[in-house]
C-alpha cells in the first residue's frame, strides 16, 4: 500500500511520500537513475532540455501511457512519430537493470506525472496504471 501526503505551502501542493516507504525507496533510487541518465536530454525539469525530446510535464505526453509501456520504451527505446532523434534503449545506459527502469518511472510519475501537476494522490490512477486526468 502507498502511504501520500499532501503538504501546502503558500497555497501549492507538493508530493510527500513517507521516507521509510518502499515507494520512497523507489523514488530516490529513480532520481538518482534519471540525474544520472535522463536529465542531459530530458532536462531537471522534465520539459526537455533539446529539441524533440518529449515534454514529461505535459498532461498527454508519454506519462499518460502505461507503465507497462513506457518500461517497454525505456528498456528498449523509443521514437515518437516525426521526431528527428530517437530515445536509445535504456537511455543509452546498457548497465540499467529492470530495478532502475521500475525505479526511474517510480519518480518520474511522482515528479512530472498528472497527480504531481493537479494535486491528486498517486494511486489515483485510472486502472490502467495512469494517473487520471486533471
Same mark, same amino acid.
Given at each position: 500500500m502507498r502511504l501520500v501526503a499532501?503538504?501546502?505551502v503558500a497555497g501549492a501542493p507538493s508530493l510527500s511520500i513517507a521516507d521509510d516507504s518502499?515507494?520512497?525507496?523507489d523514488v530516490a533510487? +529513480?532520481?538518482a537513475v534519471y540525474s544520472q541518465t535522463c536529465i542531459a536530454c530530458h532536462g531537471s525539469n522534465g520539459k526537455? %532540455?533539446?529539441p524533440g525530446v518529449r515534454d514529461l510535464t505535459d498532461a498527454d505526453g508519454p506519462l499518460a501511457k502505461s507503465d507497462e509501456e513506457l518500461i517497454g520504451s525505456i528498456t528498449d527505446g523509443f521514437q515518437s512519430p516525426g521526431a528527428a532523434m530517437a530515445m536509445p534503449p535504456? +537511455?543509452?545506459n546498457p548497465t540499467l537493470t529492470a530495478d532502475d527502469i521500475s525505479a526511474v518511472l517510480s519518480y518520474l510519475? %511522482?515528479?512530472?506525472g498528472s497527480s504531481r501537476?493537479?494535486?491528486k494522490p498517486t494511486?489515483?490512477?485510472n486502472g490502467a496504471g495512469q494517473a487520471s486526468k486533471c
Open positions: 499532501f503538504l501546502f518502499p515507494v520512497a525507496a533510487t +529513480g532520481k526537455g %532540455a533539446i535504456k +537511455g543509452g510519475r %511522482a515528479e512530472f501537476r493537479c494535486g494511486n489515483a490512477c
